[in-house]
């Protein structure tokens, strides 16, 4: 296995980021995960723009296309496989042990791992925790992650892939690590940004082919909608068919049937839309 790291590809074994690397002690970076198939990756100009929307909302220097593009091909082309996780992080790079920045600039990694197809549908839990939509870090993906790890713990815990949150208000806003989608009499509506979600790659796209609307929902939508689906990275888009002990049979619905195969459509003819 070879990954990126700082400008060169390097074996797994020899890579080596400093242990006062700002992405580690005070979680200061940001990340995107990207789908490749067959060597390919999905949507790599959307993730890239929304890399540098992260890294400008952390203060962070603009990251180099030319230069991730470059990292992510090679990475791709030393590590073949039929559908990978490819890992783009981006760190303040050595600094103090404190918040305060070094002078040593960022540090670059770029890996790959394989990953199988999603199943259709899955299960999903809430969580008393909340997103805080007025966070300094709302809509930023950022390497600080832990509140995503305690809850997916739990979601685990309970037989299911997946954990969704409500805001500070009470309002459905996003997953750990997904969007979420409700169908209401036959219409898809998914939170606005403003809810504190991510502006999620694949849910973009969703609302784009699907026609979804945006719209502020209850948390307990999620006990009335007629179906309920995820979009991701590595998901597109996925049925619900378990909310907490909510069954919805028959998942996926018709709705939900229907955007995943426009999903697939659209997406197996253009690898960069």
């Known amino acids: 296995m070879k990954i990126w790291l700082d ?5 797994l074994e020899s890579a080596r980021v400093s242990v006062f690397d700002h992405g580690l002690t005070v979680g200061d970076g940001i990340f995107e995960t990207v789908k490749a198939v067959d060597g390919k990756p999905f949507a790599l100009t959307r993730h890239l723009d929304r890399l540098t929307r992260s890294a400008r909302g952390l203060g962070l220097p603009d990251p180099d296309h030319d230069e991730v593009r ?6 791709l082309e030393a590590n073949p496989m039929p559908l990978g996780r490819l890992r783009i992080t981006y760190t303040g790079g050595h600094g103090p042990l404190g918040s305060d920045r070094g002078e040593h600039g960022p540090t670059l990694v770029v890996a790959l791992g394989e990953t199988a197809r ?9 969580v008393p925790w909340t997103r805080n939509e007025r966070s300094a870090l709302t809509g930023l993906k950022t390497t600080s992650y832990a509140e995503n790890v305690v809850a997916l713990a739990r979601a685990h815990e309970h ?4 954990a969704l949150f409500a805001n500070t208000v009470g309002r459905l806003c996003e997953g750990t690590g997904s969007n979420v989608f409700v169908v209401l009499d036959g219409e898809i509506h998914t939170p606005p940004l403003a809810s504190g979600c991510l502006a999620g790659i694949t849910r973009a796209l969703a609302i784009e082919w699907t026609g979804a609307v945006e719209t502020e929902l209850p948390l307990d939508v999620l006990e009335r909608a007629d179906e309920v689906f995820l979009t991701s990275t590595l998901r597109d888009i996925q049925a619900v068919h378990r909310v907490d002990d909510r069954e919805l049979p ?8 229907k955007a995943m195969r426009v999903f697939d459509e659209q997406a197996g003819a253009d690898q960069d839309p």
């Open 7 to 11: 400008g060169a590809l390097r074996d």
């Open 70 to 75: 470059r990292a992510c091909a090679a990475v």
């Open 118 to 126: 999603r199943p259709d549908s899955t299960a999903v839990i809430t």
């Open 159 to 162: 037989g299911a892939s997946e």
């Open 250 to 257: 028959g998942a996926p619905g018709p709705v939900t049937a």
